[in-house]
């Protein structure tokens, strides 16, 4: 009995489809033990991930069908839009499929694949096969992108008729397999109910089923007690009952209305309610994590950038460094050159000097000489002068004697 656990919207599909592949995410502890009990191993492509066995339709890789799904998104311009995906939960019963044989793990992900394909034939679909839960039942997790890929619009349908459409196909498949074939689990409608709903008139159950369905449209709503809290704010009480969830609330007639979630319908169950509650909350954790992930990428990226900025920086110091070292060498040749010029000089110098010198030295010889002979020879002439002067004055003296006698001689006479 093959059966249709579940069809939901997915607000994210990203979130949707990492919980489904489970990328380095461990399965239950309970069945990583049951695993290895029953002595089973998963592909060696499928070591990393919490799915047993993967498929896809219209060319999708399961394995990165966020990025095939984004890229439809984009193309059609469909990112704005909120329910991005479509999760369908296909469950098979343990006499159909054993989930101790593995060749059972990849005919439930064929089966899978197959009613992802008779559903919606021009829409990606990624199809996820799990065998953790309760008594390792199979169960298969169906991703559609809800974009069209021909007509780029985007899927639209009332819960009732996709249940409807799904549970039909799903059977027919059971059918050809000889399975047996339960009884529609569809939401369950009184004659009564039935009656006031053709009439248009209102209807408590169906009041109540829109609170609830409103309350978890909400895909933030990921624990029993969020999900309590939420419904008291639509004005319904919700209580376990043993396996059982029970709802009450007062209706606009202000009456109290009481049912349980199996009289509403298999959606409106507590095993239904917790399953989607507990996927919530792992796509919640996948998708925290994903965000640090994001953000430990940006960092790492912002490091990137900074390390070639500073690579960049430091070849240009190493450019410049090089540049100064060449014109460094330059200069040192330059001035190493002047320098030996300097000494040349000072030894020049120091020859003029001593030339210099001894030049000096000649000439205060030749001026000694000079001047001893230039006083020599005044003193020469003045004494020729005064012994001329003398014999002269003497000549005169002996003139002037011889003179005298003569006269003097005239007068003896």
């Known amino acids: 009995m093959a059966t249709i656990a579940k069809i939901s919207n997915g607000a994210n599909a990203s979130s949707a489809l990492n919980y489904a592949l ?64 479509l999760r369908v939960t296909q469950s098979f019963a343990l006499d159909e499929l054993t989930p101790k044989n593995p060749s059972d793990w990849e005919k439930a992900n064929e089966l899978g694949v197959e009613l992802a394909e008779k559903l919606y034939p021009q829409h990606q679909s990624a199809v996820y096969t799990h065998l953790d839960g309760k008594n390792h039942v199979l169960h298969n997790h169906i991703i559609v992108n809800k974009v069209n890929l021909e007509t780029g619009k985007k899927l639209r349908e009332t819960p009732g008729k996709t249940v409807e459409k799904a549970r039909t196909v799903n059977d027919l498949l059971a059918i050809r397999e000889g399975w047996h074939v339960l009884e529609k689990p569809n939401e369950r409608f009184t004659d009564t109910e039935k009656e006031l709903v053709q009439q248009e008139k209102y209807s408590y159950m169906a009041d109540l089923r829109d609170r609830i369905n409103h309350v978890l449209a909400d895909s933030s709503v990921s624990s029993f007690k969020t999900f309590s809290a939420r419904l008291e704010q639509e004005g ?105 010029f300097n000494g040349k000089i000072q030894d020049f110098r120091i020859a003029i000097n001593r030339r210099l010198e001894t030049v000096k030295q000649s000439s205060t010889g030749i001026s000694q000489v000079s001047g001893q002979s230039s006083s020599e020879e005044p003193k020469n002439a003045r004494e020729q002068l005064i012994a001329k002067m003398l014999v002269n004055k003497n000549k005169n003296q002996e003139k002037t004697s011889s003179q005298l006698r003569e006269k003097t001689k005239g007068f003896h006479r």
């Not at 498929?55 to 990025?67: E, F, L, V």
């Not at 059982?244 to 009456?255: A, G």
């Not at 990137?304 to 410049?320: L, P, V």
Request: aromatic residues 8%; proline residues 1%.
């Open 22 to 85: 489970g990328e380095n995410k461990a399965m239950h502890e309970s069945t990583e033990k049951w695993l290895n009990k029953n002595q089973l191993e998963k592909s060696k492509i499928l070591e990393q991930y919490r799915a047993v066995a993967i498929g896809g339709t219209n060319g999708i890789d399961p394995r990165i069908a966020s990025d095939q799904f984004e890229v439809i998104r984009d193309l059609y311009n469909q990112t704005k839009e909120k329910n991005q995906v």
């Open 236 to 340: 319904v009480t919700v209580s376990e009952r043993g396996s059982n969830v029970s709802y009450s609330f007062l209706d606009t007639e202000n009456k109290q209305r009481r049912a349980r979630g199996a009289r509403l319908g298999q959606d409106f169950e507590k095993e239904t309610i917790f399953n989607e509650l507990e996927n919530r909350s792992g796509q919640k954790e996948l998708a925290s994590v994903t965000s640090r992930e994001s953000t430990t990428s940006q960092i790492e990226q912002q490091t990137q950038q900074r390390e070639q900025r500073i690579t960049s920086i430091m070849r240009g110091f190493e450019r410049r460094e090089s540049t100064i070292n060449h014109w460094f060498t330059r200069f040192k040749r330059f001035t190493d050159a002047i320098n030996q």
